[in-house]
C-alpha cells in the first residue's frame, strides 16, 4: 500500500515542495488555513505518528523544528504552531500553521485558496529560509 504522502514526497503526485531529506519530506498544505500551513512527513510508511521507531520520531521532530524556523523566518506570524491529528491520510504527518492568534488553529474554518503561483511564492520562500535555519 502507497499512501498520498508517500507518492507525494517520491514525486509521483507533484507538491509545493519545502524542504527535503532521506528521512523526511515538508510540503504545502494544499487545503491550508493559513498562508505557509506545512506538513511534514516520515518518508517511512507508518499510520500514527506514535508507532513510529525513536529513531524517525526524533528526525521527524528535528526536521520539523527546522521547519517551523523557516516558516517564521519566510511568512509574517507571531510563531508557528504545531498539530497531530492524523485522521484524515494514514500516514503519520505533522502540520505546521503559521500563526497571529490561537483562533488561527481551526481546522474547521473555510480553506484558503490560494492560486499556483502564491503556492509557489511561498513553498520558494520557506524553502531558501530552511536552507539558511
Not at 14 to 33: H, M, Q, R, T
Not at 49 to 58: A, I, R, V
Not at 116 to 122: G, K, Q, T
Request: negative net charge; hydrophobic residues 45%.
Amino acid at each position: 500500500m502507497s499512501t498520498i504522502f508517500s507518492k507525494i514526497a517520491s514525486g509521483e503526485i507533484p507538491s509545493y515542495k519545502v524542504a527535503g531529506d532521506e528521512c523526511c519530506y515538508a510540503f504545502l498544505d494544499i487545503n491550508p488555513i493559513a498562508k505557509g500551513h506545512t506538513l511534514v512527513i516520515p518518508r517511512k510508511e507508518v499510520d500514527y505518528l506514535f508507532d513510529l521507531d525513536e529513531k524517525t520520531l526524533s528526525n521527524l521532530w528535528l526536521f520539523a523544528q527546522k521547519t517551523a524556523k523557516a516558516i517564521q523566518a519566510a511568512v509574517p506570524c507571531v510563531r508557528v504552531g504545531v498539530a497531530v491529528l492524523g485522521l484524515e491520510v494514514p500516514h503519520a504527518h505533522i502540520h505546521l500553521i503559521p500563526l497571529n492568534s490561537e483562533a488561527d488553529v481551526d481546522f474547521k474554518k473555510p480553506k484558503l485558496e490560494l492560486t499556483p503561483s502564491e503556492f509557489d511564492a511561498i513553498a520558494k520562500a520557506i524553502g531558501e529560509k530552511w536552507g539558511k535555519v
